[in-house]
């Protein structure tokens, strides 16, 4: 069993930063950032595979926001950089602990049987 633990959310200015991280008990293979707006399914944000490192972005992210993992503490952060209102969602951890899996469809909700309790972003124009 692994229980995730997301801190770090806020409100912002657009332009802005922030950085979340989730706190993870017990082995994860892989994790990743998700979020949902208010009526809308929820969306991956930013993948990464624990044994080695290698990410996937959301394009609507990409050179924006940082996935990364600090394997000695077993936490995951996700570097938020020039936010958008867009970027406005409830934030989510969730993680996988399946041996071997591939990185495909990391972007699916399925693919992970761990999720953090989810934590609010908010950005204003």
């Known amino acids: 069993q692994v229980r995730l633990v997301e801190s770090g959310g806020g409100s912002v200015q657009a332009g802005g930063s922030l950085r979340l991280s989730c706190a993870a008990s017990g082995y994860t293979w892989r994790m990743g950032w998700f979020r949902q707006a208010p009526g809308k399914e929820r969306e991956g944000v930013a993948y990464i595979r624990s044994s080695c490192g290698s990410t996937y972005y959301a394009y609507s992210v990409k050179c924006r926001f940082t996935i990364s993992k600090d394997k000695a503490k077993n936490t995951l952060y996700l570097q938020m950089n020039s936010l958008k209102p867009e970027d406005s969602a409830m934030y989510y951890c969730?993680?996988?602990?399946?041996?071997?899996?591939?990185?495909?469809?990391?972007?699916?909700?399925?693919?992970?049987?761990?999720w953090g309790q989810g934590i609010q972003v908010t950005v204003s124009s």
């Open positions: 969730a993680a996988d602990a399946s041996l071997f899996a591939s990185d495909d469809y990391w972007y699916r909700v399925g693919r992970y049987n761990y």
